[in-house]
């Protein structure tokens, strides 16, 4: 069964509001957690790397007041896109791991975000 | 060029045939991953590896750190197995910050 869930996995919002996505890891503490974002036929792109306690590692050119990410428990991350508009429609995907240094991935089903 | 290469980048088979999906990289890695990604868009991990071979079911993974190549083999592949297979690979000292490949979409058809 799953080990990490994602919810929602739909999600419509109109233009201005902000979306909160969850990422729980279900059996298994994640001091790690990834966000990714990928864009229509386009592979994914890692956002962010978010560190349990501790504020989140954003990538190059991902703006952290637009795509807040709050991982406040070892199994609970939350990725909040603030203000949103059509250009942050994309589909949003997590991924923990456990804490042993070669433990795989485990990803959630992501969620499919349209702002309309 | 990019950085994870993989292809073929589409490949169409008849159910039962002998699947390989291929990924070389040009860096220095400490892991390989394989994930299979539906429709839908979930992404499941088939198999994380940093040498020799792995096998789950009817898929294999083989990587050869020395050539930098990974290959991806459904033995009697089924229409199921059709969806997106991604090669991602983990640079050395990255803290899992992967290197993705675009992906190969399989059709198995019946």
């Known amino acids: 069964g799953a080990v990490v869930s994602q919810h929602p996995s739909r999600v419509i919002c109109k233009s201005g509001t902000s979306v909160k996505i969850e990422c729980r890891s279900l059996?298994?503490?994640?001091?790690?957690m990834f966000w990714y974002r990928q864009f229509p036929k386009q592979s994914l792109m890692l956002m962010a790397t978010?560190?349990?306690?501790?504020?989140?590692?954003?990538e190059q050119g991902v703006e952290k007041d637009k795509f807040l990410i709050n991982h406040a428990s070892l199994t609970l991350s939350t990725l909040t896109v603030t203000s949103a508009h059509p250009e942050d429609s994309s589909f949003y995907i997590c991924?923990?791991?456990?804490?042993?240094?070669?433990?795989?991935?485990?990803f959630g089903n992501g969620t499919r975000l349209t702002v309309t | 060029k990019n950085e994870v290469e993989q292809s073929p980048q589409n490949l169409t088979a008849q159910e039962g045939e002998f699947i390989t999906i291929n990924c070389s990289y040009s860096v220095g890695i400490s892991a390989l991953h394989w994930l299979q990604q539906h429709p839908g868009g979930g992404i499941v991990s088939l198999f994380m590896?940093?040498?020799?071979?792995k096998k789950h079911g009817r898929l294999i993974a083989t990587i050869n750190i020395q050539e930098k190549h990974s290959s991806l083999h459904i033995t009697a592949s089924h229409p199921r197995d059709s969806a997106v297979y991604i090669c991602?690979?983990?640079?050395?000292?990255?803290?899992?910050?992967?290197?993705w490949g675009a992906g190969t979409k399989l059709i198995i058809k019946p």
């Open positions: 590896l940093s040498s020799g071979k």
């Open positions: 978010s560190n349990e306690g501790s504020k989140a590692t954003y």
């Open positions: 991924s923990a791991k456990r804490t042993a240094s070669n433990s795989p991935l485990h």
């Open positions: 059996d298994f503490q994640a001091t790690t």
């Open positions: 991602a690979v983990q640079p050395m000292d990255s803290n899992y910050q992967l290197i």
